[in-house]
């Protein structure tokens, strides 16, 4: 019977979604999770209270606001975005990715985007039909301006992907080739800066200056993953171009309700944020002097870590026994050879991850 499905299958779904891969979620029961980017800390407590009574007032028998006027009023507010801009509303900003995707897709159309990068660019590519064209970053992970000026002038994608600063490498290029890029792809470029909260300079300011781009952000990295929201900000004319083919109730009422509620006890979400910033410096410090590892500068809060005696196998292994989960990257093979991530965790966490891999590597 299984063979017989598999067989229709095969007549009726794109051989290329056939050979996909669930993005695969390993389970961290009991385990510190360290392997999604999460922010480790917790609500304060003192807010919960306040939240829990916001929460009992929702109707969940309606449906959810389907602009999500209140929460973007707020969003607008909290991150001060120009008025001449638009925003629209994403289910994380995976939903996002594709809803663009979705919308300049095309025959034997382009999608190019720097390379190691964000996983979902390249199933996304997939699953909307585009040639994705992967771009490499140089040794110490830097764009060369001219080997993507030139990967542009050949491809003229349809779509431009920059993560800002970029996953898994954790630095940010330099801003000066991401506006070269901008100015050269005929297509639209997206600046995704899922990571804006850890980084020291975002590009918030040039949208609607610079040609053709449109932001992302995510509040997944700055405590809210659960909630699932994502924001794209643009001129009007692309963000309601896109808004078209969104489904129309994507964000649910508890989401709109908790975020709209964080939103105004930001100043606490902000202080995390500064932890989970200190945290990865002195953490990068306390790894660093450990022999046979190179541990990358970051502007996000992840450390990518390449291990250059012991296989990342094996340091994986050793830390899931002292219980700590990470990301290994072996598997996606060329420039992560050897590669590990880890999240910031909180200051207990990552003492527990430092001694682990001072045991492992030791
Ligand atoms: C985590 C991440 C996202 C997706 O975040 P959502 O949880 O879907 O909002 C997007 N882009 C990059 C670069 C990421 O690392």
Redesign the pocket.
């Known amino acids: 019977m299984n063979a017989e499905l598999d067989r229709w299958l095969n007549g009726h779904v794109r051989p290329e979604l056939r050979a996909l891969q669930a993005y695969p979620v390993p389970d961290a029961t009991g385990l510190i999770k360290l392997d999604a ?1 999460e922010n480790p800390f917790a609500w304060p407590e003192e807010i919960l209270g306040d939240w829990l009574t916001r929460l009992r007032h929702v109707p969940l028998n309606r449906y959810p606001d389907p602009a999500a006027r209140q929460l973007s009023a707020r969003i607008r507010e909290s991150w001060q975005i120009d008025e001449r801009l638009d925003l629209l509303l ?8 594709q809803l663009i995707a979705m919308t300049f897709s095309g025959k034997s159309r382009t999608m190019l985007t720097p390379s190691p ?2 996983v ?1 660019y390249a199933i996304t590519a997939t699953t909307c039909g585009y040639r994705f064209c992967p771009v490499p970053l140089a040794d110490d992970f830097s764009l060369d301006r001219d080997t993507i000026l030139a990967a542009i002038e050949q491809e003229q994608p349809a779509l431009v992907f920059i ?1 800002y600063p ?2 898994p490498t954790g630095n940010c290029f330099d801003p000066a080739t991401i506006r070269a890029v901008a100015h050269a792809n005929p297509g639209l470029t997206v600046i ?1 800066e ?2 804006a909260p850890f980084a020291d300079h975002s590009f918030l300011s040039e949208i609607g200056t610079l040609e053709r781009t449109i932001l ?1 952000r ?4 700055m405590g809210f ?1 659960g909630l ?3 924001v794209m900000i643009g001129e009007p004319a692309i963000v309601n171009q896109v808004n078209r083919l969104r489904t129309p109730y994507n964000i649910n009422s508890l989401t709109q309700a908790s975020l709209e509620f964080a939103l105004t006890h930001r100043d606490r979400f902000d202080q995390q944020m500064f932890v989970i910033k200190q945290e990865r410096e002195a953490l990068r410090q306390r790894l660093r002097p450990l022999p046979g590892i190179v541990v990358y500068p970051s502007q996000a809060n992840f450390l990518l870590i390449r291990l250059l005696e012991k296989s990342a196998d094996d340091v994986c292994s050793a830390l899931k026994n002292s219980g700590i989960l990470i990301k290994n990257l072996h598997s996606q093979g060329g420039a992560l050879t050897q590669c590990v991530r880890a999240s910031i965790g909180t200051p207990q966490e990552n003492s527990a991850l430092a001694e682990a891999f001072e045991q492992a590597v030791g």
């Open positions: 980017m994403g289910n994380g900003s995976d939903e996002l990715i990068g964000f979902m993560a970029n996953n995704d899922a990571y992302i995510t509040f997944s990295k993953a699932r929201l994502g």
